[in-house]
């Protein structure tokens, strides 16, 4: 199963973007799909994620009220959607899934099997 992110670019602080996932060459069925970023001199950090089993989504602090992981299964596909953005969610943004995670690994990028190739956010002040 190969990723493939979309919807980053250039945006004005306070503006919204949209990012989709979709898998090529199968679906994302049970998996448990998660979004990550990476800002440049930093570790990949968790976004968002659900394991969508019971439909609990789960988001790092830091974009707590202001991001939503959506799903939307008639289109395989899963979707970050970013509001109220600030200069410090400039990030490349790495969609990734993973069959059989365990809640508590749903953090942890090295749980995760299958990559996006990344999208670039960049948030101007």
């Known amino acids: 199963v190969q990723l493939q992110a979309s919807g980053g670019g250039l945006v004005q602080a306070g503006d919204s973007v949209r990012l989709s996932c979709a898998p090529s060459?199968?679906?994302?069925?049970?998996?448990?799909t998660a979004w990550f970023r990476q800002a440049p001199g930093k570790e990949r950090e968790f976004v968002a994620g659900?394991?969508?089993?019971?439909?609990?989504?789960y988001y790092a602090d830091s974009v707590k009220g202001r991001f939503t992981i959506s799903r939307d299964n008639t289109k395989n596909t899963v979707y970050l959607q970013m509001n109220s953005l600030r200069p410090e969610d400039t990030a490349v943004y790495y969609c990734?899934?993973?069959?059989?995670?365990?809640?508590?690994?749903?953090?942890?990028?090295?749980?995760?099997?299958?990559w996006g190739q990344g999208t670039q956010v960049t948030v101007s002040s």
């Open positions: 990734a899934a993973t069959p059989g995670l365990i809640l508590s690994s749903l953090r942890v990028p090295s749980a995760y099997r299958y």
């Open positions: 659900s394991r969508w089993s019971d439909g609990r989504t």
């Open positions: 060459g199968g679906t994302f069925g049970r998996y448990a």
